[in-house]
């Protein structure tokens, strides 16, 4: 079981939703279909959504991106108060961070 983390570029010089959202999951495939469920969606140049010079709001991950707890650029995330604050004054809080443990995202 792994971490996958997805995070949004503001294609369009916006973000919709979440800036990250952060998926417990067996495999890269599942955590990309639990993410898609809720909300996330790939080859948005591609479908019209999304501005082609800015590039896609969202990537699929690998399964080499796994982490073995929930992170944002190596800082651990709690899944149950979701707050990211880096170095660099980002502070993001739970409604910018959306984390969904394997046990929510079984449906």
Sequence with gaps: MAWFTFRQNNSGGYYHGP???IVEAESSFSANTVAQEN?????????????HCCGDRW????QGDGTD?????NVKIDPESPVYD??????????????????????
């Design 19 to 21: 800036q990250y959202v």
């Design 39 to 51: 909300d996330v969606y790939f080859n948005g140049i591609n479908k019209g959504i999304d501005c």
């Design 59 to 62: 990537d699929r991950v690998h």
């Design 69 to 73: 707890e929930p992170m944002i650029y």
């Design 86 to 107: 880096n170095v660099f004054g980002e502070k993001l809080n739970s409604d910018e961070i959306l984390v969904i443990p394997k046990e929510k995202s079984c449906k």
